[in-house]
């Protein structure tokens, strides 16, 4: 099911199914921001990924003494979830686990994904309940693909990142290997990143310790502004063809409160890198805003 909010700026449309935002219209530059979710490339749009991001080493983890699967990005992109309250600038989804994931992820909890427009920009705001008598472990974090070119003059070659570091905070770089990360260096400055398809190559680019980058044109200074202040980490990624070395017609900006394991992973889930940990009825809650241009 679909529902639409919408203000004097923008139209969003946002699937039930994963809570996904499927189409972001800008009604006074008459631009469509979001991936199309063609197949060929991608099927998604921007799905929320949890109870992990990225890959587990050998697509599995240890939990009390007991081994669970868990594929890449984890199962609530993939839930229906229910509306639990809308107007016309703001609406909320929910799911609650009952029972129905034991088999791959122990935890009972209740997951609510709230979409807030003001003026150009879109607030997504997720909130995670611990429903065990127990702490329970997860990582959650956002994949939007935002189409690139804009514009028909323009090309990918006239986008670039700019990157705002979180004050007094070290930046690390990490590297992918095999879907798992490491340790690249310390960037103790992050110059603006003209696009180009090498960058993506060896899968995503991830720094820790940034709090906002701007997907911007030179020629049109039209683009995107993804704000996620006090998020660990964020991931830069667009599908790369080797054989064309070119790229999908989209880039995400992706802000995580988590992390792909490390190679030198042990697999216990309570140990893993990035992890959040929650207490018995305590709520988890982060926010990012995107703002169109």
Known sequence: MKQI??????????????AEIRAVEHKKNNLSYMWTGDSAYWGRVSPVLFPVVGRLKGDQYQLDGKTYDMSQHGFLRDVE??????????????????????????YEFKATITYSLNQDSLTVDWKIENKNSGEMYFSIGAHPAFRIPLLENEGLEDYQLKFTPAPNKEVMEYGLENALVHEKEVRNQLPDITLQPELFAKDAMIYSHIDRIELVSAKSDRGVDVEFTDFPFVGIWSKYNEEKNSIAPFVCIEPWCGIADMHDTTGDFKEKFGVNRLEAGEVFQKAYTMTFK
């Open 81 to 106: 979830f229910e509306q639990s309250s809308h107007s016309a600038e703001h609406v909320a989804f929910e799911a609650a686990s009952d029972g129905r994931f034991k088999e791959v992820y122990p």
């Open 5 to 18: 909010i919408e203000n004097d700026w923008l139209k969003v449309e946002i699937e039930s199914n994963g």
